[in-house]
């Protein structure tokens, strides 16, 4: 085999190896770019209330909802801990003062919430209400906590050997000024 024979050879698989790395290259582009972002997981939380008067009691009414903005399929992950949660705290307002100086927040109540939702497709929306009887002394504001907890890309939890999650939260204070 001549030197000319031994170039063109070279040629070719240098090229062979350029396009096979142009290639692979491309294909991890488009996973991590394009993939990455659109199946990224997205989620909107909402917490709406309303008053309600029933019997002769004070309710306030509580309607969580979560809804998956995304493209991709979400795993919601309920632990030991109630990950998913309605916390709830009660301050007796002191009339004329700001909410900010009299208020020291007590936990009234800790309620875990989608107990059997697991999984959440694109575009669906889930909505939890529950109902929180107001007490009759004296004006009342609520402190509303709530959170999900989803689980990120379980390919990379495998590789890893180890679960990432992805939280969500949402707070609102309503104060008394807001009651029927």
Same mark, same amino acid.
């Given at each position: 085999?001549?030197? !000319? ?6 040629? *070719?698989?240098?090229?062979?190896? /350029? ?5 692979? #290259? #491309?294909?991890?582009? %488009? ?6 972002? *659109? ?5 909107? =939380? /909402? =917490? ?7 019997? #002769?009691?004070? %309710?306030?009414?509580?309607?969580? @909802? ?10 919601? *992950? ?11 705290? !009660? ?10 100086? /009299? ?7 800790? &309620?875990? &919430?989608? $107990? ?14 529950? =109902? *929180? ?10 402190? &509303?906590?709530? #959170?999900?907890? !989803? +689980?990120? @890309?379980?390919?990379?939890?495998? =590789? +890893? +050997?180890?679960?990432? %999650?992805? +939280?969500?939260?949402?707070? $609102?204070? &309503? ?6």
């Amino acid at each position: 085999m001549n030197i !000319a024979a031994w170039k063109d050879t070279v040629e *070719v698989l240098g090229s062979l190896a /350029t396009t096979l790395a142009l290639g692979i #290259g #491309g294909v991890g582009a %488009y996973f991590k770019f394009f993939k990455g972002r *659109v199946f990224h997981t997205r989620l909107s =939380l /909402t =917490l709406n209330h309303s008053w309600v008067q029933k019997d #002769g009691s004070s %309710y306030l009414s509580l309607v969580a @909802n979560v809804q998956n903005t995304g493209t991709s399929n979400v795993t919601l *992950v309920q632990s030991e801990q109630g990950e998913h949660f309605l916390k709830i705290w !009660a301050c007796e307002v002191v009339p004329n003062t700001t909410l900010w100086e /009299t208020c020291l927040w007590e936990i009234g109540q800790a &309620i875990p &919430i989608f $107990k059997y939702e697991d999984n959440i497709e694109a575009g669906e929306s889930v909505s939890e209400e529950h =109902l *929180v009887i107001v007490p009759s002394s004296g004006q009342i504001a609520f402190k &509303i906590e709530f #959170g999900v907890r !989803a +689980r990120k @890309n379980p390919l990379k939890a495998l =590789l +890893r +050997r180890e679960q990432d %999650y992805h +939280r969500w939260k949402c707070e $609102k204070i &309503i104060t008394a000024s807001e009651t029927v």
